[in-house]
Structures are given as C-alpha cells and as structure tokens.
C-alpha cells in the first residue's frame, strides 16, 4: 500500500540547524519571562532557606544519636 505525498510531507522534520534554532528562540522567549526578585524577596526566601536546612540538620543530627544511643544500649 503506498503512503500519500501528503503523508510524508506532514512527518518530514526540518533540518537539524533550524531544530537548533527554534529552540534557543525559544530559551530567549522563555528568558524574557523571567522577573528577577527584589532585595527583600531575596533576604527572604534565603532566610526560609537557611532555617529548613537548620531544622533538617537538627532532625538528622537527633535520629543519629537517637541510633547511636539505641545501639549502645542494645549491644553495650
């Protein structure tokens, strides 16, 4: 059975060069988009930051000595 013209026109891509360049058109369209924070958003979310990997630090900091003292316990 044979495939249409109007088929193998529809599934041909364009060449690798044109691929390349619509895309980074589209990282610049993307780009543009971007807002950049304000000095107060920045202080605050790198605050929010600093304080979630504190309280992860103190989390893994208390299962491991909760480990460490269960061990001791259990083998002495």
Do not use: C
């Amino acid at each position: 059975m044979a495939v249409s013209d109007h088929r193998l026109a529809k599934d041909k891509k364009p060449n690798i060069f044109m691929r390349i360049g619509l895309f980074i058109r589209q990282v610049f369209d993307e780009m543009r988009k971007v807002v950049a924070p304000s000095g107060f958003e920045l202080l605050k979310w790198s605050f929010a930051v600093f304080v979630f990997v504190f309280l992860l630090m103190l989390f893994t900091t208390g299962i491991d000595f909760g480990f460490g003292r269960l061990m001791f316990t259990l083998f002495g």
